[in-house]
Nanobody, 119 residues
Framework: QVQLVESGGGLVQPGGSLRLSCAAS????????MGWYRQAPGKQRELVAT???????????KYGDSVKGRFTISRDIAKNTVYLQMNSLKPEDTAVYYCKGELGRLVYWGKGTLVTVSS
């Protein structure tokens, strides 16, 4: 059974930092492209960051325009975990953050973790 379990969300003040984690099980983690997406109330789900497999692809990363320079995606193959380091958080970063794993037509999503940026 495939599971992607996000953690690390919470309440943080503007300008603060959080690190999200997504632990994967039931998949060969190293060959999956992984990503973080977010959905704010009343808005569509949007790309935050992706990191390709270094085995099946380039291992490269991509970021949404609104988070470039503030967020960093990384993965630990040994721990089957992908991370999202979020710095200089803004109120507009408030959303549910979802982890995604993709290999061709195989696509899996986690249930999400809520990040609230507020003073």
């Amino acid at each position: 059974q495939v599971q992607l379990v996000e953690s690390g969300g919470g309440l943080v003040q503007p300008g603060g930092s959080l690190r999200l984690s997504c632990a994967a099980s039931g998949i060969t983690f190293s060959i999956y492209d992984m990503g973080w997406y977010r959905q704010a109330p009343g808005k569509q789900r949007e790309l935050v960051a992706t990191i390709n497999s270094s085995i099946t692809s380039s291992g490269g990363t991509k970021y949404g325009d609104s988070v470039k320079g503030r967020f960093t995606i990384s993965r630990d193959i040994a721990k089957n975990t992908v991370y999202l380091q979020m710095n200089s958080l803004k109120p507009e970063d408030t959303a549910v953050y979802y982890c995604k794993g993709e290999l061709g037509r195989l696509v899996y999503w986690g249930k999400g973790t809520l990040v609230t940026v507020s003073s």
